[in-house]
């Protein structure tokens, strides 16, 4: 038992968690020292575990080489904030394009509410366009942040 709280409640929280298994369960994981199953603060709740139950650690294999991702992390995100960045454009040039009509249609010689209305499906697709990208890039962002939470282990 941990005769102190540490000033990180995550670390409290794991080295709970761990300390409940069996020491043979936490050497197991101490020696094999995949980084990529189990994160640095459950191997520090480990270690601590271990020194006070056995008084020493034993030494660890090196971390096995980390699974590339199939994706580069910077180019995803780039990716999404340029497609935000690209949705307020196109909504930005959708919207001056029919105000440009709007007010080329009111200043004009013939000038009818009906013709007016004929705009209602450019501001129209411009919202579309501008939601597609949107949902897009947030799509892009859900995804990041689904791979980094599946990748992520106490």
């Known amino acids: 038992m941990t005769t102190s709280q540490s000033p990180d409640p995550l670390f409290d929280q794991v080295y709970h968690e761990q300390n409940l298994k069996s020491t043979e369960d936490l050497l197991a994981i101490w020696r ?5 199953e189990w994160t640095s603060t459950a191997f520090d709740a480990i270690q601590k575990i271990l020194l006070e139950r056995l008084g020493s650690v034993p030494e660890q294999a090196a971390p096995p080489a980390r699974e590339e991702a199939f994706y580069d992390l910077d180019r995803v995100i780039t990716l999404a904030e340029r497609t935000t960045t690209a949705s307020w454009i196109v909504l930005g040039g959708f919207v001056l394009v029919g105000l440009f009509s709007f007010v080329s249609e009111l200043f004009g010689s013939t000038f009818s509410w009906t013709q007016v209305v004929n705009l209602l499906p450019t501001f129209l697709l411009g919202i579309f366009f501008f939601t597609i990208l949107r949902v897009l890039s947030e799509a ?6 689904l791979a980094e939470n599946s990748r992520s282990r106490l």
Do not use: Q
Not at 32 to 36: K, L, Q
Not at 140 to 145: H, I, S, W
């Open 32 to 36: 094999a020292n995949d980084r990529a």
């Open 140 to 145: 892009l962002y859900l995804l990041l942040e």
